[in-house]
Every structure is written in structure tokens, then in C-alpha cells.
């Protein structure tokens, strides 16, 4: 085997190596995503995150409530009655493993997938 076919076999297998990891990930992102909303430490709610699902509504705790907004297979949370609104400063959410957090009124948005796969942390 000469220079030439080393290089070329080379870069068939880092192209092999490249479509297999891209099928992988394409896989992992298209797993069922669900939404847990959890006030004062309870899960509340469990929605199905999916595109083409648009809805608004309420969720109340002791310290306050908050507005969530569904729209386009992202959430958000559009209005909330804490004092610094850090919970509507976070934006929209659509990753598995994304959260948004409202200390003061107690009530965490979570998206988590349908899958089995047992991740101990993620960091951004």
C-alpha cells in the first residue's frame, strides 16, 4: 500500500465514523420530549412537547403563579409574579435537559425525554 492509499482509506473511515455519530445524534434528538412542570417541589404536569402544539396556561404555588406558553415544539414562560422575572428572561426552551427555574414562586420547567438513557448531569 502506498502514501496515497493510506490517506484516502483514512478519510473514507473518518467519513464513515462522521455519518454513523451524525445518525446517532439525529436519533437522540428526535426521541419524544416531554415537559415536567413541578410546583413546591411536585410534579404538576406532563406535557408531550411537539411541534404544530400551541397553548398558554397558569401555574399557581404557594409563593406565586406563573404563565407558560407552548408554542412551535418550545416553551416558555411569558409572565411571572416574582420580583426580578429571571424565569421570563430565560427565553424559550426546546433541548432535553434544558430547564427553567423560578426560585421565589417554587415551580421548575423541565424538558426530559421518553427514553431510558440515565444521565447523571449536563453542562452547557
Known amino acids: 500500500m502506498k502514501t496515497g492509499?493510506?490517506?484516502l482509506l483514512l478519510?473514507?473511515?473518518i467519513l464513515v465514523i462522521l455519518t454513523v455519530g451524525t445518525g446517532i445524534i439525529s436519533q437522540r434528538s428526535s426521541r419524544d420530549k416531554i415537559i415536567v412542570i413541578k410546583s413546591d417541589g411536585k410534579t404538576v404536569k406532563q406535557i408531550p412537547l411537539k411541534r404544530g402544539i400551541s397553548k398558554s396556561f397558569e401555574i399557581k404555588s404557594r409563593e406565586g403563579h406563573l404563565t407558560v406558553e407552548i408554542k412551535d415544539g418550545k416553551v416558555r414562560v411569558v409572565n411571572s409574579t416574582c420580583k426580578d422575572k429571571l424565569c421570563v428572561k430565560e427565553g424559550w426552551i426546546d433541548k432535553i435537559?434544558?430547564?427553567i427555574v423560578c426560585l421565589p414562586n417554587?415551580?421548575?420547567i423541565s424538558i426530559t425525554g421518553g427514553g431510558t438513557d440515565k444521565i447523571d448531569t449536563t453542562t452547557y
Do not use: Q, V, Y
Open 97 to 99: 435537559g434544558e430547564s
Open 106 to 108: 417554587r415551580i421548575s
Open 11 to 13: 478519510i473514507l473511515a
Open 5 to 7: 492509499d493510506k490517506f
